[in-house]
């Protein structure tokens, strides 16, 4: 019987790294255990919390062991390989994911074999190469996959108490004005695969160019899932991961909307602010919609049309008006430094903010992942240099308690747009706004 181990690393720049689920090591396995069947005997390896020098001790000997690789896990995940190379010098290490679709040489000099682009045919064909000892260093997925195809993915290799989480800190629909969410049994899950967009910043238009667009489970799939997270956990709330949780098209959003209203659950999603109508909006909240959060990043139309995002401030006013007027709490995610930004960006900021009440705004810096168009042509952002450290490409909001925020790029000073903001403007602004936020009670931390 092949040993098969799926290893998740120890996430430890997040601040809880169970409040995200391993959905790509959840399907991966349910392929492989659909396919092999009792030929292969799997594992999800759940590192997160534990120490990295101690990772070592909590890995079983398995034949093959698979790693999805992003930026911020890459340094872990080499010296984990290195470490079980030298234990298990006859087991192999497949590797698919973010940064092994961008830098597949490197990732070839650690890895035995690479998986480009989406995972359902290949690691079949990668496993059962490697039963006859043929693994191949590339396996590249050149035509779409039918994310249809296949069931849900089963979550069995986690504790319960992984997969359902529920009390203050815990629970997944904390609602800014009602506390009891907290208390409802919740979990995570995704029923997309990509994104249409290509804005400058985002990796996305990267790592999905093997399988370009949005996909989106059928609704008849979406409601199977959620009544086995029901039936087998106990779920009564849902986090979608998903970064645009809606078809773009109206008539497969209502089907959508629908498949999840049917199964009871309320819900907590992200989507773009040109996606909310006001009949969308009363769908979302008639189907169990409690929190919609939104990609506006910036509130200067300048920076969205230089960062390709494709939206207007306009929009994002009248979407959060409409969720507004359903009950629905809105969240607003904002980013600071990108290219752009006028002088008077805080003022410009609070202003809006005042305008639309949103509930909550997650304040993050800019970071330059790679990658990304941002990352890949610098001097068309005005970008004088831009930090090679990888370390430093963690964006998340309200992390900066313990630490003094930096930036990973600078700005030449005259830029395609004219004059850009120094480095210290750019973490002045930051501190104040979010000073601002604190007070207003409009961050969670
Ligand atoms: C869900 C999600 C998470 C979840 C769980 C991630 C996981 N590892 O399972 C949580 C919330 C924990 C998370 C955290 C982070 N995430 Co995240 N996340 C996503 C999201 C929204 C969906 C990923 C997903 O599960 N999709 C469903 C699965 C089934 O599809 P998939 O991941 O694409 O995998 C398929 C193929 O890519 C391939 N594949 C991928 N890996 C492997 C490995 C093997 C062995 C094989 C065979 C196949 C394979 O097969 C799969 C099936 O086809 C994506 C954006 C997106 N929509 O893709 C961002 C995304 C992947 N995340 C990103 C980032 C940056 C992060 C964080 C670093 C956040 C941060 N604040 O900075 C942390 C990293 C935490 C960590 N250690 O993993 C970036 C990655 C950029 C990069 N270069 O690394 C993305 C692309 C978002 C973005 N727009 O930039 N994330």
Known sequence: ?????????????LHDPFRG????????LTILEDYFGPKVELSLIDLRGIKKEFAFYHIPECDVYLHSVYTLDYNEQISIVKTLKDRYPLS????????????????????????????EELIIQSVKDMICLKLK???????????????YPRRK?????????????????????????????????????????????CHMPN?????????????????EEIEYLKKDYGIQAI??????????????????????????????????VDGITPEIAALAKGAGCVIMCMGMESVSQ????????????????????????????VRIYLILGLPGEPNDIVEQTWTFIKETEPDLVYLCLLTVRPGTEMYNHPEKFGFKAVNMNWDKTMHLHSRYEDEFPSLSFEYREQTPWGKSLSNDRIIKNYLELQETLKEAGLCTR
């Open 207 to 223: 790592t999905k160019k093997y399988g370009l667009g949005i996909r989106f489970r059928k609704p008849e799939l979406i409601k």
């Open 21 to 28: 689920d391993p959905h790509t090591h959840f399907q991966i």
């Open 92 to 119: 192999r290490h497949i590797a698919g994911g973010p940064h092994a679709i961008e830098f597949q040489e490197d990732c070839l000099k650690i890895f035995d074999s690479l998986i480009i682009g989406d995972g």
């Open 239 to 272: 986090s979608f991961l998903d970064e645009i949780c809606m078809p773009l098209n109206r008539d497969k959003t209502i089907a959508h909307l629908e498949a999840i209203g049917q199964t009871g659950i309320l819900w907590k999603a992200q989507c773009r």
């Open 1 to 13: 019987m092949l040993k098969i181990g799926f290893i998740f690393p120890s996430s430890e720049y």
């Open 157 to 201: 290799w986690l504790t319960e108490s992984t997969i359902s989480r529920k009390g203050p800190g815990r629970g997944l629909i904390s609602l800014k004005n009602k506390q009891e969410y907290e208390n409802l049994m919740s979990t995570t899950a995704i029923f997309s695969r990509g994104c249409p967009y290509k804005c400058h910043f």
């Open 302 to 329: 300048k920076s969205l049309d230089l960062i390709n995002k494709k939206i207007s401030v306009e929009q994002a006013k009248k979407s959060i008006r409409h969720l507004k007027n359903n009950g629905i709490e």
């Open 137 to 151: 260093p590339i396996y590249k997925q050149e035509s779409v996959v039918d994310i249809n195809q296949y069931p």
